[in-house]
């Protein structure tokens, strides 16, 4: 049998016993073996996934701007070596049997697309956050996902880090009771710097395309316009048609701690309470959204207050009065349960009771049964694992698609304001039907995807 046969013959009989969060699915597939691996997408982030995917086999990098080519070589020259490739189908369809896995690095339109054709040709995939642009996206990748029988994995760091397990086995363990409130979010935007910029003009005037740029591939399934630099390379985040804001830049980061502990995936009420002004086709300045979501076996309803934009007006995080630890922070998630409060950083990280002198007591104890088995190295190296038949990665789409769907139901309420009422089995916005088009976005002509995977 051929070695990337093999690979995929094995990973493919793991993967077809997938289970959400920590289950483990072995291969036959020799931890010594290094596997092929592509970039679509090969500036800025990619260097996360160079660094996890570091001892295999980089074959082929992709991307829209052939200057990206260069922006991290120095760090990993085996990028001077690989192919390269402008369009993603292409490398698909030329090396599509060579690839054992793909890293998807791109702007937050293209992942499903560039996900998905991967999956189609049984490639292994591991996709930036948020997983996609809209929900009914999410959704079909989780079913890919089963179809395919393919490794999958998310990249949100703190899902692999110590922190987040060790905050599920404290609550499991019953020392906050139960938890009916969870306050978080981020400062930012930052407008001006960073990720985020505003043009001076709605839309942004047109300006000629860089000639190391392919505008075209760069829209990929969103209507065409003319280029402006603000779009591409690094602040396309704050414009509703390519990026989905904070909530996407960091929701699946603060919240993920919130949603895997808490099980919040499928709310029934979604409300911006909040709103800063905003320009045409942007994020507002700054919002506080609440998603509330009904009784989870024993847990009983909890309603979620994400806030952004401190930094443009906007309300600071709700802090608890017991918080002992100095200056409270501007990020991060704050727990209110019946029996204590509690704390998670803004990689779902370092959990601590807000109470200080209850944390000293509880450091001094025995502490809490590890139950969750701990990572290391990050999403990238856990995928590599998962692929040669390691445990299945925390983060694949099973948890990753349910957990940005709620991220991208923040996203709507943000963007239109007021309330949403949510019907999660039929995928369905019950009050305001009108907003329905946002769950499902039309695609431009010739990048309609995903279709075939909802009538089996």
């Given at each position: 049998?051929?070695?990337?046969?093999f690979?995929?013959?094995?990973?493919?009989?793991a993967?077809?016993t997938?289970?959400?969060r920590?289950?483990?699915?072995k291969?036959?597939?020799?931890p010594?073996?290094k596997?092929?691996?592509?970039?679509?997408?090969?500036?800025?982030?990619?260097?996360?996934?160079?660094?996890?995917c570091?001892?295999?086999?980089?074959?082929?990098?992709?991307?829209?701007?052939?200057?990206?080519f260069?922006?991290?070589?120095?760090k990993?020259?085996?990028?001077?070596?690989?192919?390269?490739?402008?369009?993603?189908?292409?490398?698909?369809?030329?090396?599509?049997?060579e690839i054992?896995?793909?890293?998807?690095?791109?702007?937050d339109?293209t992942?499903f697309?560039?996900?998905?054709a991967?999956?189609?040709?049984?490639?292994?995939?591991?996709?930036?956050?948020?997983?996609t642009?809209n929900?009914w996206?999410?959704?079909?990748?989780?079913?890919?996902?089963?179809?395919y029988?393919?490794?999958?994995?998310?990249?949100?760091?703190?899902?692999?880090?110590?922190?987040i397990?060790?905050?599920r086995?404290?609550?499991?363990?019953?020392?906050?009771?139960q938890v009916?409130?969870v306050?978080?979010?981020?400062?930012?935007?930052?407008?001006?710097?960073g990720?985020f910029?505003?043009?001076?003009?709605?839309?942004?005037e047109?300006?000629?395309?860089?000639?190391?740029v392919?505008?075209?591939?760069?829209?990929?399934p969103?209507?065409?316009?003319?280029?402006?630099?603000?779009y591409?390379?690094?602040?396309?985040?704050?414009?509703?048609?390519?990026?989905?804001?904070?909530?996407g830049?960091?929701?699946c980061?603060?919240?993920?701690?919130p949603?895997?502990?808490?099980?919040l995936?499928?709310?029934?009420?979604i409300?911006?309470?909040?709103r800063?002004?905003?320009?045409?086709?942007?994020?507002?300045d700054?919002?506080?959204?609440?998603?509330?979501?009904p009784a989870?076996?024993?847990?009983?309803?909890?309603?979620?207050?994400?806030?952004?934009?401190?930094?443009?007006?906007?309300?600071p995080?709700?802090?608890?009065?017991?918080?002992?630890?100095?200056?409270?922070?501007?990020?991060g998630?704050?727990?209110?349960?019946?029996?204590?409060?509690?704390?998670?950083?803004h990689?779902?990280?370092?959990?601590?009771?807000?109470?200080?002198?209850?944390?000293?007591?509880?450091?001094?104890?025995?502490?809490v049964?590890?139950k969750?088995?701990r990572?290391?190295g990050?999403?990238h190296?856990e995928?590599?694992?998962?692929i040669k038949?390691?445990?299945q990665?925390?983060?694949?789409?099973d948890?990753a698609?349910?957990?940005?769907?709620?991220?991208l139901?923040?996203v709507?309420?943000?963007r239109?304001g007021g309330?949403?009422?949510?019907?999660?089995?039929?995928?369905?916005?019950?009050?305001?039907?009108?907003?329905?088009a946002?769950?499902?976005?039309?695609?431009r002509?010739g990048?309609?995807?995903?279709?075939?995977?909802?009538?089996?």
């Open positions: 049998m051929q070695r990337r046969k690979i995929k013959t094995a990973a493919v009989g993967g077809s997938l289970l959400p920590f289950s483990i699915g291969s036959g597939v020799s010594n073996s596997l092929n691996i592509a970039m679509v997408g090969a500036g800025n982030i990619a260097d996360q996934a160079y660094q996890g570091g001892g295999e086999n980089l074959i082929a990098v992709c991307d829209i701007d052939s200057k990206m260069g922006q991290h070589a120095k990993y020259p085996e990028i001077k070596d690989a192919q390269k490739f402008t369009d993603f189908r292409e490398m698909y369809d030329k090396l599509g049997d054992d896995g793909v890293c998807i690095n791109t702007p339109h992942h697309h560039a996900t998905l991967a999956m189609e040709r049984k490639i292994h995939v591991c996709t930036q956050k948020p997983l642009h929900v996206q999410s959704r079909t990748l989780r079913k890919a996902m089963h179809k029988g393919v490794v999958t994995n998310m990249g949100n760091q703190g899902h692999t880090y110590d922190g397990r060790k905050m086995e404290m609550y499991e363990a019953d020392l906050f009771g009916k409130e306050h978080l979010g981020i400062n930012g935007p930052k407008w001006g710097s990720y910029k505003k043009p001076k003009s709605y839309p942004p047109g300006q000629p395309v860089p000639d190391h392919d505008w075209d591939l760069w829209l990929g969103q209507a065409e316009r003319p280029y402006n630099k603000l591409h390379p690094k602040t396309w985040r704050g414009f509703d048609d390519f990026g989905t804001g904070q909530f830049d960091w929701f980061h603060i919240g993920d701690g949603v895997w502990v808490l099980d995936y499928e709310p029934t009420v409300e911006c309470v909040e800063g002004p905003s320009e045409e086709g942007m994020i507002p700054y919002s506080v959204v609440r998603f509330d979501f989870r076996g024993e847990k009983e309803a909890c309603s979620m207050f994400w806030y952004d934009g401190r930094l443009n007006g906007g309300t995080i709700k802090s608890p009065d017991d918080w002992g630890w100095g200056k409270i922070p501007d990020l998630s704050f727990w209110y349960g019946d029996e204590a409060n509690a704390f998670l950083d990689r779902s990280n370092n959990p601590r009771f807000t109470d200080k002198k209850r944390e000293s007591a509880f450091r001094k104890s025995d502490g049964e590890e969750y088995a990572v290391k990050g999403p190296k995928w590599v694992d998962a038949g390691g445990p990665p925390g983060s694949n789409f948890y698609a349910p957990m940005t769907e709620v991220a139901l923040g709507i309420a943000q239109f309330r949403i009422e949510w019907d999660s089995k039929t995928m369905k916005i019950t009050n305001r039907p009108e907003l329905n946002f769950i499902k976005e039309p695609a002509k990048w309609e995807a995903g279709e075939d995977l909802w009538k089996s």
